[in-house]
């Protein structure tokens, strides 16, 4: 993905990370990039959820937690034998929340006992923060799937397969059908259907791509795409 | 792009979905997904008939060389493998028809039918051993029982050749051997293991203590205190069904003596009828 459409995907209190990323010895501003590209929303979403810090605050936690992780080197800490990378993550982000706050309270108390931090475990409406996790990954993998595809189509001069595509696997409201969609595009109903089956091949194989570049090993890849798409 | 919580469901359905563009399959519904990838039912148009498809994105038709060298009643039988067009491998089955062994439990059954079921799996499963080929996932979530009380077992996707060396551990934790869910070496008896917890659902609660026994013994801890082979646990299964001593079992002089009545009842009835006799003769 070139870095133009990165920046348009993000915004600019990333670049720094990227910019950090790159000077970094241990971790490449590529994969800082896909790491933040993923995993960016669902930290932000569980902070939000899990410690119900305000949203500008959340902000700057995720901010300064991807800052702590290219500083403390914490990512060649991860083990594959232990689980799966996004748990992992899950619990680096736990612990850089809870220090951090053990952290600010200790400055406002003048080096005194620290206060617990509220956390909040039990399910809302959305589920546990643990699953808002874990939906807003798939959601962030998915999102990124379908730029992927959008550009490649771009490129390839196959916007009408993406439109199509669009238009029926990302209606909201009520999906056309595809004698509709054959209209609208003036081509027949297998040359829709066929371009829609490409559409979803592909978007399987950028899913990959994208689970392959922020996941160390073969085994680990699969158990990612499987439970993305399970 | 900020996808809808029913955009993002539709979408993972789709992609999940194999390409069977290249295939002589028509798709009918998803059937299940297991641990090593998802079964759908699917129309070969072909001959005209439903075929299980299971769609792996692991080791490319390991499964389906594997299956096609067990042809045995009680082993879901292989009728073509190869690659989609998304690149994932598939392995096409006999669609079995029937119920899964934990469904089929549920409703109310004898002990013999709950026991002819039982030595059913373990011919599979010998014939399997035999053939050099270890399951290493035996549950009922994959035992299927047909409507005449057929059982086939299914999902083989983890299943390895005796001689090989494992390294992974694959199967489901709860009906894992304590070996085989510490990445050791795993031989006929990790199989024997999930058979004694099979045994124990199978019977449920109300189970008779030697039968209870020959589980638990199947179900040790340590492999050696495990039956050897299938066929000495079968052969320990029809020894209580002839009312036979259960060398698993120590039983008290009480048991021994209903055993006993219950093994030559017809001898006992006769014996006890002569005696009738010859006292109403001593009496005429």
């Known amino acids: 993905m070139p870095f133009e459409l990165l920046w348009r995907v993000f915004p600019s209190t990333r670049h720094s990370l990227i910019e950090a990323a790159s000077s970094h010895a241990g971790i490449g501003a590529e994969a800082m990039n896909a790491l933040l590209e993923i995993y960016w929303q669902p930290c932000y979403r569980y902070i939000l959820v899990r410690f119900l810090r305000p949203h500008e605050q959340a902000e700057d936690l995720v901010q300064g937690f991807f800052a702590a992780l290219l500083e403390q080197d914490l990512l060649s800490r991860y083990d594959v034998g232990k689980g799966p990378f996004r748990s992992y993550l899950r619990a680096c982000l736990d612990h850089f929340v809870l220090k951090n706050h053990r952290d600010e309270t200790r400055e406002k108390r003048g080096g005194g006992k620290t206060v617990a931090l509220d956390t909040h475990d039990a399910a809302s409406e959305d589920g546990t923060p643990e699953e808002i996790f874990y939906r807003e990954w798939q959601r962030s993998m998915f999102s990124l799937a379908i730029e992927d595809l959008r550009q490649l189509c771009q490129e390839t001069g196959r916007q009408v397969r993406f439109e199509i595509f669009a238009a029926y696997d990302l209606a909201e409201q009520s999906r056309p059908n595809y004698d509709q969609l054959a209209e609208a595009h003036s081509l027949a109903v297998t040359t829709v259907t066929n371009h829609l089956a490409w559409a979803r091949r592909e978007m399987r194989r950028l899913l990959e791509l994208r689970v392959a570049s922020v996941t160390p090993g073969e085994s680990e890849r699969r158990r990612e795409v499987r439970l993305l798409l399970s | ?284």
Request: glycine residues 6%; proline residues 5%.
């Open chain 2, 1 to 284: 792009m900020n996808l809808p919580d029913q955009t993002l469901a539709h979408l993972r359905e789709v992609v999940a979905q194999p390409d069977l563009s290249n295939t002589p399959y028509e798709m009918v519904d998803f059937i299940g997904r297991g641990g090593m990838g998802a079964v759908y039912r699917v129309r070969d148009t072909r001959l005209d008939r439903h075929v299980a498809l299971k769609v792996i994105d692991a080791s490319p038709l390991a499964e389906a060389r594997l299956l096609a060298q067990l042809e045995h009643p009680g082993i879901v039988p292989v009728y073509d493998a190869g690659t989609l067009a998304d690149g994932r491998s598939y392995c096409a089955m006999r669609l079995v028809d029937g119920v899964r062994l934990d469904v089929f439990l549920l409703d109310e059954h004898t002990l013999s039918e709950r026991l002819s079921l039982f030595e059913k799996i373990c011919e599979a499963v010998a014939f399997a051993h035999n053939c050099g080929v270890i399951h290493r996932d035996l549950k009922p979530q994959n035992v299927m029982v047909g409507a005449f009380g057929e059982v086939v077992v299914l999902d083989w996707g983890v299943a390895m050749w005796k001689e090989t060396e494992t390294g992974n551990i694959a199967g489901t934790p709860k009906w894992m051997a304590p070996e085989q869910a510490a990445g050791g070496a795993v031989d006929p008896r990790t199989d024997i293991f999930a058979l004694g917890l099979l045994l124990s659902e199978i019977l449920g609660c109300s189970a008779p203590k030697p039968l209870a026994a020959i589980a638990n013994k199947a179900s040790s801890a340590e492999p050696e205190q495990r039956y050897a082979s299938v066929e000495l646990l079968l052969a320990e299964l029809r020894r209580y069904q002839d009312r036979l001593r259960v060398f698993a079992y120590r039983e008290s002089l009480g048991e021994k003596a209903v055993r006993f009545a219950a093994r030559n009842s017809v001898l006992l009835l006769l014996l006890a009828t002569y005696v009738a006799v010859r006292i109403l003769l001593f009496f005429l």
